[in-house]
T-cell receptor, first 116, second 113 residues
Framework: GAGVSQSPSNKVTEKGKDVELRCDPISGHTALYWYRQRLGQGLEFLIYFQGNSAPDKSGLPSDRFSAERTGESVSTLTIQRTQQEDSAVYLC??????????????FGPGTRLTVL | GDSVTQMEGPVTLSEEAFLTINCTYTATGYPSLFWYVQYPGEGLQLLLKATKADDKGSNKGFEATYRKETTSFHLEKGSVQVSDSAVYFCALSSPDGNNRLAFGKGNQVVVIP
């Protein structure tokens, strides 16, 4: 079946502009995660959605970052007033459920964001 | 907080050589441990996992054993191929952390024919 998809695959923007990144999780996956991968670094957790529960926003680096999810489907990550340090690959992952920490997360191909 | 440490630097080795990539972790409770791999031009994919102490995860000739006493999850393969060239990430998922993954910085592995 279809995996996690993300769009756009690449985004170049000017400093100060807002950007919106999209993630389509695997159908039936209730848990959805956003991560960021800066050059030469491991992945950093940003935000987590599980069903209709309040999202875990503890990884968002500043109030310029926000995310939404419609039910158990599409999620969008919005970065307002982008800065050069926001340049990174933004990865989305989904898993069947998060009742246990044994679940495998399936990753999308990522959106490469470049802020000029 | 939870963290994962991988050995520094890229790994370059010849085909059929033995590969070890070290991974140690710090976590509360009993985390699950994962190795993810990113092949050139592809997305991140699960290589193997272990969910409790002394479990061994294995896939594609790779193995890693969950060692609680040394808080380690080292990745090994007995005979690497050129197609194993990729970036390898060790990660943990803590039951106290909404199951989000904490990743190491990754190791670039280059296998030379």
């Amino acid at each position: 079946g279809a995996g996690v998809s993300q769009s756009p695959s690449n985004k170049v923007t000017e400093k100060g502009k807002d950007v919106e990144l999209r993630c389509d999780p695997i159908s039936g996956h209730t848990a959805l995660y956003w991560y960021r991968q800066r050059l030469g670094q491991g992945l950093e957790f940003l935000i987590y959605f599980q069903g209709n529960s309040a999202p875990d926003k503890s990884g968002l680096p500043s109030d310029r970052f926000s995310a939404e999810r419609t039910g158990e489907s599409v999620s969008t990550l919005t970065i307002q007033r982008t800065q050069q340090e926001d340049s990174a690959v933004y990865l989305c992952a989904s898993s069947l459920a998060s009742a246990a920490n044994t679940d495998t997360q399936y990753f999308g191909p990522g959106t490469r964001l470049t802020v000029l | 907080g939870d963290s994962v440490t991988q050995m520094e630097g890229p790994v370059t080795l010849s085909e059929e050589a033995f590969l070890t990539i070290n991974c140690t972790y710090t976590a509360t409770g009993y985390p699950s441990l994962f190795w993810y791999v990113q092949y050139p031009g592809e997305g991140l994919q699960l290589l193997l996992k272990a969910t409790k102490a002394d479990d061994k995860g294995s896939n594609k000739g790779f193995e890693a054993t969950y060692r609680k006493e040394t808080t380690s999850f080292h990745l090994e393969k007995g005979s690497v191929q050129v197609s194993d060239s990729a970036v390898y990430f060790c990660a943990l998922s803590s039951p106290d952390g909404n199951n989000r993954l904490a990743f190491g910085k990754g190791n670039q592995v280059v296998v030379i024919p």
